[in-house]
């Protein structure tokens, strides 16, 4: 590592830890990111413009607050990322590991939060597990090469890893639906887990391995979902259906309710379409089993599937109608044996089911 790289390093985990120190300063000045993202893909008119090392823009990108698009799918479709490193800062810290705990990490990535993990609590006390073969295999390489080498494996992140339970810390850089069981059962008493669900970041303390309690973090957190299989929305179906008016403000799904939604529809899927000169005209909306709804901006609502979405999201409004503003920490989580849930303001106030594993 060039001595420019070192100070650019030690510069860029300044600026994100800030004044308030962090223990986890000194772990981002000492691994570097961009030795896990060796190139990165950006939007462009064209489409995506990949950007390697050695590009001009490449380490300014590397070293700046925002995630990066490191893997797309054969239809241009994102699939892995590295994460904000504010946002995996602010999950690391919530962990609040202790010198000797065991971390169980769901999606391996590029390698850069485990090569954190490795230099903070050791190799021999991190096990990371991602779907995809290939991203393992090249966060193994990388680690290795910096003399990192925690156990690595290819497989579902939500079966956990049996072979090295019970975990004091488990953290998923992927956006889960449910709490795994599996987590629940590989957890020491006591353990902490942070995962993403829905939009946000919920912190949880388990109890025995059958039950955990917790509340969402207050940052928004747009991670890429856990890989799983769904079907693909139904628009052309939709045309057959009868429109029907909604008293929702289409305009304020997206905004103000965007939070309560991804936990009541915790894999749902939107799109807009725009007229020609760029305004918003339409918005659709679709979950994994099909289910799907469009709502124009005029107010004329089509849905189809077995759930019916629209009308889950009116019932939200409903719910929401009187709150100016929808805070992430107000929420929390409930897993016990009979089932997991989110609520909001009180354990016995609104709550939304989340679905069976």
């Not at 021999?124 to 991602?130: A, F, H, L, P």
């Not at 991203?135 to 992140?157: E, H, I, M, N, Q």
């Not at 939604?261 to 099909?290: E, F, I, K, N, R």
């Amino acid at each position: 590592m060039t001595d420019s790289e070192s100070t650019r390093i030690r510069e860029f985990a300044a600026r994100l830890t800030g004044a308030d120190s962090s223990a986890w300063a000194a772990t981002f000045a000492q691994v570097p990111r961009h030795h896990f993202v060796p190139s990165f893909y950006t939007m462009t008119g064209d489409g995506w413009k990949e950007v390697k090392n050695g590009d001009p823009e490449y380490l300014d990108g590397v070293y700046a607050d925002t995630a990066l698009t490191t893997q797309t799918d054969d239809k241009g479709i994102p699939n892995s990322s590295s994460s904000e490193p504010s946002l995996m800062l602010a999950m690391l810290d919530a962990l609040n590991v202790q010198p000797g705990n065991s971390v169980f990490e769901l999606g391996t990535g590029t390698g850069y939060n485990a090569a954190l993990l490795c230099a903070r609590l050791g190799d021999e006390n991190v096990v990371s597990v991602d779907v995809d073969d290939e991203l393992v295999g090249a966060a193994r390489d990388r680690l290795a090469r910096l003399g990192y080498s925690p156990t690595l494996a290819a497989g579902d992140g939500a079966a956990g890893y049996p072979g090295k339970a019970p975990y004091d810390r488990l953290i998923a850089t992927a956006r889960l639906r449910f709490i795994p069981r599996a987590f629940l059962e590989q957890s020491a008493d006591g353990a902490v887990m942070v995962v993403p669900l829905g939009f946000g970041v919920a912190r949880l303390t388990v109890t025995g391995t059958t039950e955990a309690h917790g509340h969402f973090m207050p940052l928004p957190a747009h991670f890429m979902p856990r890989r799983v299989e769904s079907m693909a929305p139904r628009f052309a179906e939709l045309e057959t259906q009868e429109a029907r008016p909604t008293t929702v403000n289409v305009a304020d799904v997206l905004e103000r309710l965007s939070f309560p939604m991804s936990l009541a529809m915790p894999d749902y899927t939107s799109c807009t379409w725009v007229d020609d000169d760029g305004t918003p005209s339409a918005l659709g909306l679709w979950t994994g089993d099909g289910s799907t709804a469009t709502a124009t901006m005029t107010g004329k609502v089509r849905q189809i599937g077995p759930r019916r979405l629209w009308d889950e999201l009116e019932q939200l409004a409903i719910t929401f109608q009187d709150a100016d503003g929808v805070s992430r920490e107000d929420f929390g989580v409930t897993v016990t044996p009979n089932g997991q849930r989110v609520w909001y303001g009180a354990e016995n106030g609104p709550s939304w089911a989340l679905p069976a594993e």
